[in-house]
């Protein structure tokens, strides 16, 4: 049979991964898929760079509108990036017929329910394994291995980049700032670090598992995110102490009256294997009422993790190519026309147990004061931490954790708190998860 000829559009880490990986492990992949896959044409902004990456066999392009439709292509592998040309070249590689596999979650949250409308409508596939949690399987997981489940929640670390900040500053006592300088300089994150540190990165990835394991269309905007860059190191030292573990989740939860949609730093318990999920690596936690609760674990990023699953796609692809379009996987796991309009849920109709902590006046009535607007709220507390004030301080850290309540009752004491004389800062609210 004729090679699966690949079209590379980028040619900087992951795409020199996918390179290099397919040329070592050409015999074992061409095992699998039953037919050889070659890189027949790359385009980067960078020609000389993309030249020295592939060598001679390989035609170098500068348009990726005329590589995405070339004749010469079966596939458009996109891993450069962004939505403006990246879009135009899947969009331009689908109208031609051609299946797209890309590394893009930003793209594909942003943009996915018009992609995969009109790749349906043209009968070709487009696979994003590669867009969530890097070399874990977790799209091919959740959209086939877990099939035959009710999915009620599904919880990651999906950033790496945050989860080395947060396991520094936990682990070495660094502030924000110094982690994330360290993580700079070892090449984890970005000069500009606002995708990944702001949450934005995790909540792309977030929506996709989400529209995956309920089957609802893909809903970036409706993502309630919050980053870890206002996040203080005291903050980490308190959890720990009191057993808990801080990271950047994003959480996607089902009820009957809607789906939870969050991307925030959140507490969960320090014996949970997930809370020890540490450096750039990336878990997902998913709870299915017939599996259970599945726990999956791996690098979330780099060259050839990230190649892993891009190559895996290429391999289904080059399976699919004899499949009918109609008995294929769907792209969100469920059929299209079941695709389901449960509304995600406001913030303040999620309910979580909740961290809070105080910088108050160390003098009589002042703990009163707090527990009474909390009993006032129907917020029960679970545990009170009180720190000694420091030497020649009249002002001490209070350390509130509550039991399970919804957000808007705990958003409304927390702004009677903040009225009171004696509440000296602004009142940090972190949330907590059991993933029980
Ligand atoms: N910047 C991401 C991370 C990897 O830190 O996990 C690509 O999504």
Same mark, same amino acid.
């Given at each position: 049979m004729?090679?699966?000829?690949?079209?590379l559009?980028?040619?900087?880490?992951?795409?020199?991964?996918?390179?290099?990986?397919?040329?070592?492990?050409?015999?074992?992949i061409?095992?699998?898929?039953?037919? !050889?896959?070659?890189?027949? &044409? $790359?385009c @980067?902004?960078n020609?000389?760079k993309a030249?020295?990456?592939?060598g001679?066999?390989?035609?170098?392009?500068?348009?990726?509108?005329?590589?995405?439709?070339?004749?010469e292509?079966?596939?458009?592998v996109?891993?450069?990036?962004?939505t403006? =040309?990246?879009?135009?070249?899947?969009?331009?590689?689908?109208n031609?017929?051609?299946?797209?596999?890309?590394?893009?979650?930003?793209?594909?949250?942003?943009?996915?329910?018009?992609?995969?409308?009109?790749?349906?409508?043209?009968?070709?596939?487009v +696979?994003?394994?590669?867009?969530?949690?890097?070399?874990i399987?977790?799209i #091919?997981a959740?959209?086939?291995?877990?099939?035959?489940?009710?999915?009620?929640?599904?919880?990651?670390?999906?950033?790496?980049?945050?989860?080395?900040?947060?396991?520094? +500053?936990?682990?070495q #006592?660094?502030?924000? !700032?110094?982690?994330?300088?360290?993580?700079?300089?070892l090449g %984890?994150?970005?000069?500009?670090p606002?995708?990944?540190?702001?949450?934005?990165?995790? @909540?792309?990835?977030?929506?996709?598992?989400s529209?995956?394991?309920?089957g609802i269309?893909? &809903?970036?905007?409706?993502v309630?995110?919050e980053?870890?860059?206002?996040?203080?190191?005291?903050? =980490?030292?308190?959890?720990?102490?009191l057993?808990?573990?801080?990271?950047?989740?994003? $959480?996607?939860?089902?009820h009957?009256?809607?789906? !939870?949609?969050?991307?925030?730093?959140?507490?969960?318990?320090?014996?949970?294997? $997930?809370?020890?999920?540490?450096?750039?690596?990336?878990?997902?936690? =998913?709870?299915?009422d017939?599996v259970?609760a599945?726990?999956?674990y791996?690098p979330?990023?780099?060259?050839e993790p990230?190649?892993?699953?891009?190559?895996?796609?290429?391999?289904?692809v080059?399976r699919?190519f004899?499949?009918?379009p109609e008995?294929?996987?769907?792209?969100?796991?469920?059929q %299209? !026309?079941?695709?389901?309009?449960?509304?995600?849920?406001?913030?303040?109709?999620v309910?979580?147990?909740?961290? +809070?902590?105080?910088?108050? @006046?160390?003098?009589?009535?002042?703990? @009163?004061?707090?527990?009474? $607007?909390?009993?006032?709220s129907?917020?029960s507390i679970?545990a009170?931490l009180?720190?000694?004030a420091?030497?020649?301080?009249?002002?001490?850290?209070?350390?509130?954790?509550t039991?399970?309540?919804?957000e808007?009752a705990?958003?409304?004491?927390?702004?009677?708190m903040? +009225?009171?004389?004696?509440?000296?800062?602004k009142?940090?609210r972190?949330?907590?998860?059991?993933?029980?």
């Open positions: 004729n090679p699966i000829r690949v079209g559009l980028g040619s900087g880490i992951v795409g020199s991964g996918v390179f290099n990986v397919l040329k070592r492990n050409r015999v074992e061409t095992r699998r898929a039953g037919r !050889e896959i070659v890189v027949t &044409q $790359i @980067a902004r020609l000389e030249q020295a990456l592939v001679n066999d390989v035609k170098v392009v500068a348009d990726p509108i005329q590589m995405a439709t070339s004749a292509v079966d596939v458009l996109e891993v450069i990036g962004g403006t =040309i990246s879009k135009q070249a899947t969009l331009a590689a689908i031609a017929g051609k299946a797209v596999v890309t590394a893009n979650k930003a793209l594909l949250a942003s943009h996915g329910n018009e992609i995969f409308a009109i790749a349906r409508t043209k009968g070709v596939p +696979m994003f394994e590669a867009a969530v949690a890097g070399g399987p977790i #091919k959740l959209r086939e291995g877990l099939a035959a489940n009710h999915i009620e929640w599904v919880a990651g670390i999906i950033n790496g980049t945050t989860n080395f900040i947060l396991s520094k +500053m936990r682990s #006592k660094l502030s924000f !700032e110094e982690a994330l300088k360290e993580a700079q300089r %984890y994150a970005e000069a500009d606002t995708f990944d540190i702001e949450g934005i990165d995790a @909540a792309h990835k977030l929506t996709l598992l529209a995956i394991a309920f269309p893909v &809903q970036f905007s409706k309630t995110v980053g870890i860059s206002t996040l203080q190191s005291q903050d =980490i030292a308190y959890a720990e102490e057993g808990y573990r801080i990271k950047l989740l994003g $959480i996607t939860r089902r009957e009256n809607g789906i !939870e949609l969050r991307v925030h730093p959140t507490l969960i318990p320090a014996r949970r294997l $997930i809370a020890n999920v540490e450096g750039a690596m990336n878990a997902v936690l =998913i709870k299915g017939a259970g599945t726990l999956y791996g979330g990023a780099g060259s990230t190649a892993s699953a891009i190559i895996a796609d290429l391999v289904d080059t699919l004899t499949a009918d008995h294929r996987v769907p792209s969100l796991a469920f %299209y !026309e079941a695709l389901a309009d449960t509304p995600i849920l406001p913030m303040s109709e309910k979580t147990a909740t961290y +809070m902590r105080l910088r108050v @006046a160390d003098e009589s009535g002042v703990l @009163a004061d707090i527990t009474r $607007i909390l009993a006032d129907n917020i679970d009170l009180q720190k000694e420091e030497d020649g301080s009249s002002e001490t850290d209070l350390i509130i954790l039991h399970v309540v919804k808007g705990v958003n409304a004491a927390i702004a009677r903040q +009225m009171l004389r004696t509440v000296k800062s009142v940090v972190l949330r907590m998860e059991e993933l029980s």
